[in-house]
């Protein structure tokens, strides 16, 4: 089974970047289409992007598009999510899961999620 590590959260300015990290150990990664969430206080868990097995086809959610890129490294087992132009209303807890139904966007049809890592976001 496999289980997921997320590292490089942190403080940022706006407009500064992150670059955020998840390491997965067990399990056929290079199998698994993979996602990134996130979750601010007091708010629910959202989409923020996804990548497929073979790295051929991301999606992003807009608030996102434009400033955010996913990428993987299948020979490393681990996903990437780099963050530019951050705004604080990118502080939340980011999560790294694995996409269970393919274009899902509901957390409900990712599983083996992190521990997340957080990011906040300063004025």
């Known amino acids: 089974q496999v289980q997921l590590v997320e590292s490089g959260g942190g403080l940022a300015q706006a407009g500064g970047s992150l670059r955020l990290s998840c390491a997965a150990s067990?399990?056929?990664?290079?199998?698994?289409?993979m996602g990134w969430f996130r979750q601010a206080p007091g708010k629910e868990r959202e989409f923020v992007a996804s990548i497929a097995w073979n790295a051929g086809s991301t999606y992003y959610a807009d608030s996102v598009k434009g400033r955010f890129t996913i990428s993987r490294d299948n020979a490393k087992k681990m996903v990437y999510l780099q963050m530019n132009s951050l705004k604080p209303e990118d502080t939340a807890v980011y999560y790294c899961?694995?996409?269970?139904?393919?274009?899902?966007?509901?957390?409900?049809?990712?599983?083996?999620w992190g521990q997340g890592t957080q990011v906040t976001v300063s004025s």
């Open positions: 067990g399990g056929p990664f290079s199998r698994y289409n």
């Open positions: 899961a694995v996409q269970n139904v393919w274009g899902s966007r509901r957390p409900a049809d990712f599983g083996a």
